[in-house]
């Protein structure tokens, strides 16, 4: 729910929904935590892959781990500061992150600002930016 900066899950047997992390409209941040002490900022993507949750933290430039179960986020890739640089964790840079999508181990970021593709291996952390030849 990017206007809350909060994620949220739906029961599609009932249409329940609940907050996973983040609280409301007026509450956004950049903090690592569970449940209501997390803060993100204007989250947009979210892609799924071994039972993890990887969110694209698009104004605080980064992408984060969510485990849905614990209600727990961390930081995983990017420093916070906007740029473009590869490199692992914390070393790589992003300019608002956007859409997500995980395949065959690699998580790809639609890059918004740096209008590139990102491919992150989510074993060890690095990214590097797709080369796209015409």
């Known amino acids: 729910d990017s206007e809350v900066s909060a994620i949220r899950a739906v029961a599609l047997d009932g249409g329940y929904v609940h907050t996973v992390a983040g609280t409301g409209l007026f509450d956004f941040g950049d903090v690592d935590g569970a449940g209501e002490a997390v803060r993100l900022q204007h989250p947009l993507g979210v892609a799924r892959a071994n039972g993890v949750l990887y969110v694209a933290d698009s104004y605080n430039h980064k992408i984060k ?11 995983f890739l990017g420093s916070g500061e906007p740029g473009h640089h590869d490199g692992r964790g ?14 065959g181990g690699k998580l790809y970021v639609a890059d918004t600002n740096n209008h590139a593709i990102r491919v992150c291996d989510v074993k060890t952390g690095a990214v590097k930016t797709l080369e796209v030849r015409c």
Do not use: I, K, M
């Not at 179960?69 to 961390?74: D, G, Q, W």
């Not at 914390?90 to 395949?103: I, N, T």
């Open 65 to 75: 781990r969510c485990d849905p179960a614990e209600r727990r986020v961390t930081s």
């Open 90 to 103: 914390v070393e790589a840079q992003f300019s608002e992150p956007g859409g997500l999508s995980f395949a």
